[in-house]
């Protein structure tokens, strides 16, 4: 009886945490899948409607690093610097 209890402990302590790794994928900052120019630019296109610049307040849903992601270290994401993310795998992607 006691194995079995240890068995469900630690099976209810390993699914959740193994189904919240998965769920966020990139939530380490670290690089992921590189974008085509296509995809690069819809995510530039929904992420910065005015085309001018991505804010830090608002790049979570796009960037996966923003210190890798912006080398300038200002306050925001032009596009050059957007474009580059997305060829170095920082840019995340997701269907709108």
Known sequence: MVKYATLIASTLLFVPGYAYAVH???????????LSHAKCSEVWK??????????????GPYIVNWHMANPDNDASIDQ???????RKGLVKYTKY
């Open 46 to 59: 929904h992420a910065v409607p005015t085309g001018d610049t991505l804010a830090k307040a608002d790049a």
């Open 80 to 86: 050059k610097e957007f474009f580059s993310a997305c």
């Open 24 to 34: 966020h994928t990139m939530t380490s900052g670290r690089p992921s899948a590189v």
